[in-house]
């Protein structure tokens, strides 16, 4: 047997699966171009066509035997073909052939055929989906679509001209079109058309590419499913949408006596991979009776047969919807009913035995040699969060589960608890599971509060007893200490753009210095004198013009004996920071010794020392920072107002510092910042200093960005 697939019938099984035809007619096939020799046979499905030659003289006379499962027919040639060397066709037992008659090249030459064959159905359904097929019409073979009868005739006796008829069945009219070379037939929501070669007029027959325009009228199962998706949505609202969108009835058959069947199928949610795109429910070409069942088969999962369903269309506009297995769902629902009531008792003993065993109280504890700071730290480490495990973790335990940093809830959960109970119960009630132990310092009444279970109060009135008793003991030993610390204030913002000067290069540059070279008899000893004023008597005075270029002019005191004008510059330009160089227009630059303009700097060697590093910068957007004023305190480890210490950081700001504990190897201080012009802080923050290391009090947000950095001498 001869079986092979092509492109075309690919198209045609398309096209016949989408108007309705049964899965046994899905198997089609196309067979193109095959020879036919005498004696020989081929099969095409379930016919076989031989071929049988008798010599006349003068002629070949012979015959074609088409042999079916049930019938047999023979074709005897010349009679039956008129034109020998034209294509013919014949049509038997659902099997379309084309034929054309050839001599064997080398003699003794004899008649061979080639022959194209292809499975055609008799009759079509005619839905809303486009149909486009091309199939072989002949008298004796009319083709059926729809309402719509496809036949052949000849005009006459001589069969020179073929007709094709169209008879509406249903109205009961007929038209008559004429079928030459390159014919193109329209009506309604039909196209034919036929190429040249594809009709004969011996057979009566045709070939004709019949392409059917969609119609968008059609309801019900019959209509053109575009596609849809529906993801997530129960049964009952998919069907409900399909109903509204193509205009059909659902009825929900219940075949047994329990009248929620039907309600829990209804509410089952619909597979997570029913979409109408990708792997598609709703393909090109489709209804949505076929749409439908080629879904149920995809969604329907095997180890579930209680929830199978079967559709039936009493018409085109009513379906009717009743599960598979009923016996098998009303078992499952009696099974889920027990596993749920057992649970739910379950979880109230559970629930009970929570709440006795388990109820916050709150107190308040009042301090004397601690700070409500140090005892919160102490007493963090000791509280829990306590959160109901429900059954299926450990049944009839308590789960305790330690409080975490970022208050992470973690809450236990199993597979074992039933869908609906976890949705509607566990989630309404989760709040009311969990009891999170907490404690505030509340530094103006020295005093922490705590909220917890009566044991962890236990615990913590113990512990806060020892603690106070070894403090108090240790503070009449000690004698307040001393501590240096160093305020540095800083401004962060965009780095600002400056144009260096054109300087000499080294070769040139030193011929200027030879100015440099004058030494200055006696002994040069300003005290406590502005650089400017020093500069003006060593430079301007000995005739070597000079710019001044650094933001700030420092006041100097050194002795020099017999110095030179180099020896003088070198002296108060490293004091000041400064540095000089020679200009291309003979004049001696004098400015920051840095890159940077008006003491800004992006130097990470400079910024680190202060405990910045770029990824500082780049959180804040800054691109430089710089110095604005430093200064140092001395802080007595004492409470009260002994232990406060104030700063003068500039006209415009000051700093206190408050010890607030000693926590080894930790200073606790509280920070404030203030403008001379408002008396409440611009920042305001406890902070943990240690020795060598800087500590960040804080950042404004106006516009000018301040920093103030603490380092513990």
Not at 538 to 550: C, D, K, M, S, T
Request: glycine residues 4%; negative net charge.
């Amino acid at each position: 047997m001869l079986k092979r697939k092509s492109y075309f019938l690919a198209i045609c099984l398309i096209g016949i699966c989408t108007i309705g035809q049964s899965a046994e007619n899905l198997e089609q096939k196309e067979w193109k171009n095959l020879p036919l020799y005498d004696g020989e046979s081929l099969t095409f499905g379930d016919v076989t066509v031989k071929l049988v030659q008798t010599p006349v003289e003068n002629q070949i006379d012979g015959k074609l035997i088409l042999q079916g499962p049930d019938s047999s027919q023979e074709i005897i040639w010349p009679q039956r073909f008129k034109n020998n060397w034209r294509r013919e066709y014949l049509y038997f037992n659902e099997i379309a052939l084309s034929l054309e008659m050839r001599l064997t090249p080398l003699p003794p030459q004899k008649i061979y055929f080639t022959i194209d064959a292809f499975h055609q159905l008799p009759k079509y359904e005619l839905t809303a989906v486009p149909f486009q097929e091309s199939l072989l019409v002949s008298q004796e073979c009319p083709i059926f679509i729809g309402p719509w009868k496809f036949q052949t005739v000849c005009s006459d006796q001589k069969q020179e001209i073929l007709h094709l008829l169209i008879n509406n069945t249903e109205k009961k009219s007929v038209q008559e079109f004429p079928i030459t070379q390159d014919t193109l037939i329209k009506f309604n929501r039909f196209t034919i058309s036929i190429d040249v070669g594809n009709y004969s007029t011996a057979t009566c027959a045709a070939r004709l590419q019949f392409n059917v325009m969609q119609d968008n009228t059609i309801v019900g199962k019959n209509a053109l499913a575009n596609q849809w998706d529906f993801q997530g949505v129960t049964y009952n609202e998919f069907f409900n949408r399909l109903s509204i969108k193509y205009k059909f009835e659902v009825e929900w058959i219940n075949k047994t006596t329990n009248p929620e069947m039907i309600q829990r199928i209804q509410e089952m949610s619909l597979s997570s991979g029913t979409r109408g795109q990708d792997d598609s429910i709703v393909q090109i070409k489709e209804t949505v009776e076929n749409a439908l069942n080629r879904w149920l088969q995809r969604i329907h999962n095997p180890n579930y047969k209680e929830e199978e369903l079967v559709l039936k269309w009493k018409d085109d506009t009513h379906l009717q919807v009743c599960p598979k297995n009923p016996e098998m769902l009303l078992k499952k629902m009696h099974e889920e009913q027990e596993r749920r009531d057992k649970y739910l008792a379950e979880r109230k003993r559970i629930e009970d035995l929570f709440r006795a065993q388990y109820q916050l109280q709150t107190k308040v504890y009042p301090l004397k040699a601690m700070t409500p700071i140090t005892a919160k730290a102490f007493i963090d480490p000791i509280l829990k969060m306590y959160i109901l495990a429900y059954p299926g973790v450990e049944v009839g335990q308590i789960e305790i589960i330690e409080r975490v940093e970022d208050n992470n809830l973690m809450i236990a959960s199993t597979n074992e608890i039933p869908e609906d109970v976890k949705n509607k119960e566990i989630k309404r009630n989760m709040l009311h599971d969990i009891l999170a132990e907490q404690v505030i310092a509340d530094e103006k009444g020295n005093t922490v509060i705590l909220t917890a279970i009566p044991a962890t109060h236990e615990k913590v009135t113990k512990m806060l007893e020892k603690m106070e008793e070894m403090m108090q003991e240790q503070r009449k030993k000690e004698i307040p200490q001393t501590y240096t610390i160093e305020l540095v204030l800083l401004e962060g913002g965009k780095f600002p753009q400056k144009q260096e000067p054109k300087f000499l290069f080294k070769e040139d540059a030193e011929k200027h210095d030879q100015l440099l070279n004058k030494k200055l008899e006696g002994q040069y000893t300003p005290r406590d004198t502005d650089l400017k004023h020093i500069l003006d008597q060593v430079l301007r005075q000995n005739g070597i013009p000079y710019v001044f270029e650094a933001e700030k002019s420092p006041k100097i005191t050194f002795n020099l004996l017999n110095p030179t004008i180099k020896d003088i510059l070198d002296k108060v330009t490293s004091e000041s920071n400064l540095r000089y160089q020679w200009m291309e227009n003979g004049n001696l630059w004098i400015g920051e010794n840095s890159t940077s303009p008006n003491g800004w700097t992006t130097d990470m060697k400079v910024l680190q020392k202060y405990g910045i590093d770029q990824k500082d910068l780049e959180l804040f957007q800054f691109e430089a920072i710089r110095d604005l004023a430093k200064g140092i305190v001395h802080l007595l480890a004492e409470h009260g107002e002994v232990g406060v210490a104030q700063l003068s950081l500039s006209d415009q700001y000051y700093c206190k510092l408050a010890f607030q504990d000693l926590r080894s190897p930790y200073l606790v201080v509280k920070g404030s910042f203030y403008t001379t012009q408002n008396e409440k802080p611009l920042l305001e923050n406890t902070i943990f200093l240690q020795e060598g290391k800087p500590a960040l009090l804080g950042i404004t947000n106006l516009r000018q960005a301040l920093i103030l950095v603490l380092r513990l001498k």
